[in-house]
């Protein structure tokens, strides 16, 4: 894909362009499209694809046919005459790129109806795709380290049938999802607790680096204070958590998490990090 230079200029779009009067069909409105923008890239296979509709300048609804080649060139070594730059993307990449309209659905589409032959799962090719070889991906966490007017912390019991921690105590925590960390831990504390906390009252105070077990994938849990927040704590998912109870830091359950447990001893101690499991490994 290109950045387009005139056109929405500053957008990554597909190589291409309109007719003319000497183009005897829409293939060889490509070929010389092509010819004309990337002088020496040569594809193969091509063939239409799917049609799209664009949207003139005079606001005019403009069908365009998308084409699917194959080229495997390297884009740093041909000689681009317009737009600024020519660069592989894979499909998993494109959220990060300010592309034309349309665009994004197009490619995750043909994406679909063409895997790879003997391609793995999802998960997996996102590893190989935008991680070095080697890296283990991680799940990142956030926990809640919420103190009331005595010094005492905000602890969930969680539910007895609960998958991780049944029956044991722990901090009001989730999973992030494509977020940045802050807004998760204000989203989980108003969904499981009725909580109201705003991102700048939200400050880290310690990381843990975790894994379970030899086969499982590694955690790195942010744990965050909130100064300030508003709200009761309420049990809004009683499926997940039973009970929210303020504990004495220095008399807390005998059924606590114990990286939960390890992560308030640490914060008191002034701890940024500390990390558990490895040993298991």
């Not at 004309?36 to 003139?56: K, R």
């Not at 740093?76 to 737009?83: I, K, N, R």
Request: glycine share 8%; proline share 8%.
């Amino acid at each position: 894909m290109e950045p387009q230079q005139n056109w929405a200029p500053g957008t990554f779009a597909l190589l291409g362009g309109g007719r003319t009067r000497d183009d005897v069909s829409l293939e060889a409105t490509v070929r010389r499209e092509l010819a004309e923008e990337v002088p020496g890239l040569t594809v193969e296979g091509l063939a239409p694809y799917a049609v799209e509709e664009a949207t003139s300048v005079d606001g005019l609804a403009v069908p365009v046919q998308v084409f699917e080649a194959c080229w495997r060139g390297d884009p740093e070594a041909v000689d681009l005459q317009e737009g600024v730059l020519l660069r592989w993307f894979t499909p998993y990449m494109l959220e990060r790129l300010n592309l034309s309209p349309g665009l994004g659905d197009l490619i995750h589409q043909h994406a679909a109806d063409h895997p790879p032959v003997g391609s793995p799962p999802a998960p997996a090719r996102l590893l190989l795709d935008e991680a070095p070889e080697g890296t283990e991906l991680h799940i990142v966490s956030v926990h809640l380290y919420l103190e009331d007017n005595h010094g005492r912390i905000l602890l969930g019991l969680r539910h007895p049938d609960s998958v991780y921690a049944g029956n044991t105590w722990h901090f009001l925590a989730g999973h992030c999802e494509r977020e940045e960390a802050v807004s998760c831990l204000v989203r989980e504390a108003r969904e499981e607790a009725g909580l109201v906390i705003e991102p700048s009252d939200v400050e880290l105070v310690h990381l843990v680096h975790l894994v379970d077990s030899p086969s499982a994938r590694p955690r790195i849990g942010l744990v965050f204070r909130a100064r300030a927040w508003s709200g009761t704590p309420t049990v809004l998912e009683p499926d997940r958590c039973v009970e929210w109870r303020f504990w004495n830091p220095k008399d807390l359950p005998a059924a606590v998490v114990p990286y939960t447990r390890q992560a308030i001893d640490a914060v008191l101690a002034g701890g940024l990090y500390s990390q558990t499991g490895w040993d298991r490994r």
